[in-house]
């Protein structure tokens, strides 16, 4: 996943790779990757470079080769396990969102989920989810035994990394943003599931009001990016998109944002959200998935489907001191509650587990 643009499975792999090297405890961790390490080695962690960056020979020949030549006592994958295995699997499964709405997910998606993640969750001793919610709809979709789910949550990513209102200011200017404008940013790929299209409807209710304010959108193009694109073209004076952006590009998005709109539909997670109070940043979400779940009294909630409510929450959060003074002191204090370390923790006891 690292190194992949991959978003949010690659900040769940990164961020996990750094808890484990934070934890005093006799084990060893060998991390599998097909482009460059992000990291040097460190404290439990080494880098084995793969074959090829060929899925099918990555879960058919190389891992499960990797698995007999390095000894390994369990096997951790995303999503989908190697097709056969001479020690204990655990695999992660973020959400099953394509279960519930495939119209959100190209054809070859729907193809390749729906025949890999039930078999790598039978194949594996246990599996990890991210929030309550999916644990609850992977039990109940699949029929997979309460017990051999377990929920790890996630925590931010390295765009939570604090940075100085000079170098912030500087990496938005390197974007083509003006600094001087006032922008609501959104973080996610360009794709159905975002709810984008409904967020530029609110958006130009909110500029309707009168505010003066921007809409950013950070995120690289996705299935059916089209879609939003074309449904930005009338406020697109207003609307600015940056593609994908490095963690220190995305860390002075959040910190030179007025407010943080999380629009989707449906989240297994909601790792920017984090991110976004990590900066200080008032956040106005959806009620989409685990997102209420993972937010908790630190954010203002409407319905994804209700452009109406969307745009007075935007409004509000831009326009009412006391709201925003307390969604960005709940939120610093709700991002202290999730850490890669704790996730680290709680994801070896998984591995003991299996083993």
Known sequence: MAGGRETGNE??????VSGFAQLDRDFELNVYHVGRPWQGPARHVNFHRLVTQSPWVRLTVDLPARIVADGL?????????????????????????FVSHPEWFSQRDIRVLS?????????AKRVITVS???????????????????????AAGPAADPISDVDAEAEIS???????????????????????????????????SGLDVDLVIAGPEHYR????????????SRIRFTGYLSDRQLAACYARAAAF?????????????????????????????????????AAMYFDPINVAAMANAIHQALTDTQLRERLISAGRARVQEFTWRRSAEKTLAVYEEAV
């Open 11 to 16: 900040t769940y792999v990164r961020g996990l």
């Open 115 to 123: 025949r890999t993640v039930p078999w790598s969750m039978r194949s």
């Open 174 to 208: 390197k974007l083509g943003l003006d600094s001087a404008r006032q922008y609501v940013l959104a973080v996610g790929n360009l794709q159905p599931r975002k709810n984008l299209v409904r967020l530029f409807s609110a958006f130009r209710s909110v500029v309707a």
């Open 261 to 297: 709109v999380f629009p989707s539909l449906y989240e297994g997670f909601g790792i920017p959200a984090l991110e976004a109070m990590a900066h200080g940043v008032p956040v106005v979400s959806s009620q989409g998935g685990a997102l209420p779940e993972v937010c908790g009294d």
């Open 225 to 236: 990016a089209a879609d939003v694109l074309d449904a930005a073209h009338e406020a697109r």
């Open 132 to 154: 309550e919610l999916c644990r609850s709809e992977i039990i109940e979709h699949y029929g997979v035994p309460a017990e051999k789910v377990v929920c790890v949550p996630n």
């Open 73 to 97: 006592d369990v096997l951790h994958t995303t999503y989908t396990a190697p097709l056969w295995a001479r020690c204990p699997l655990v695999v992660t499964v973020h959400d099953i969102s």
